[in-house]
């Protein structure tokens, strides 16, 4: 088994500890408080409850540390150069509709860079995380990007109305973040979509970087109207000239 730091070892039980109640209220999805949170962003009880477990969780080890969390914002501590970036439930519309496709998405930004990301899907019991220079995982098991060279055979994950028509063989899962952690497992061949937000995507920055694959370059400052294009490397400048041309 790969050795982990112990930023990762928090975030793992963090996730272990908020999962458990994630995967009971999805049983009792029905019985959900609903408030509008946006024309298709719904915010539910369990994001709530699951956000401020993760906080108390990972706040034990490094109080310092600052935080950026879907629901609360920036969170700014002692440490503002270390971030908790955190989305309780990435997938909550599929949450909602008793649809077993949703995760939690932890990484820890450090200066500049991503440098640790877990994405946990409770319902199917996978856990992928990274570390920089360390490699991808999924459960224990090293995981890569997809080695296909023949982009015709490939598929992609993509949602929103900017990538609509591309002529490419397309999924819309309503996850980005098991889109991405799915490019870096290699189920999915690449992965593009706008106006995202950093919890969203953080996490699966590192998994698919260390995992062989390209991500495009973001700005870490920049919170949200994210552009991600990302795949495998076998297959990413036809990917990129697949979707200029489009």
């Known amino acids: 088994m790969n050795v982990i730091s112990a930023n990762l070892n928090i975030m793992i039980k963090a996730s272990e500890k908020a999962s458990k109640l994630l995967i009971r209220d999805f049983g009792e999805v029905e019985n959900l408080q609903v408030s509008v949170k946006g024309p298709s962003d719904f915010v539910t009880n369990a994001d709530t409850k699951v956000e401020k477990i993760l906080i108390e969780e990972l706040s034990k080890s490094k109080k310092n540390y600052s935080i950026l969390s879907e629901e609360s914002g920036l969170i700014k501590n002692k440490d503002k150069k270390n971030i908790w970036i955190i989305d309780p439930i ?3 519309s599929n949450f909602l ?3 077993p496709h949703f995760a939690i998405s932890i990484a820890l930004q450090s200066y500049d860079e991503i440098v640790c990301g877990l994405i946990f899907d409770p319902i199917k019991n996978e856990i992928f995380y990274a570390e920089k220079n360390n490699g991808s ?3 224990n098991k090293r995981i890569k990007v997809s080695n296909k060279k023949d982009i015709s055979r490939c598929l992609f994950a993509t949602s929103g109305k900017k990538f609509k028509n591309v002529n490419l063989s397309t999924r819309k899962t309503g996850s980005a973040a098991l889109d991405m952690a ?3 497992s290699g189920r999915y061949d ?3 979509q706008e106006n995202l937000n950093l919890w969203d995507i953080a996490a699966g920055i590192i998994l698919i ?4 694959g390209i991500v495009n370059s973001i700005d ?3 919170n949200e109207n994210i552009e991600i294009l990302v795949s495998s490397s076998a297959i990413n400048e036809k990917m990129l000239e697949k979707l200029n041309n489009f």
């Open 90 to 92: 990435d997938g909550t």
């Open 97 to 99: 509709h008793g649809i």
């Open 137 to 139: 995982y999924l459960n």
């Open 182 to 184: 799915y490019v870096a």
């Open 190 to 192: 690449g992965y593009f």
């Open 209 to 212: 970087k260390e995992a062989g």
């Open 220 to 222: 870490l400052g920049k």
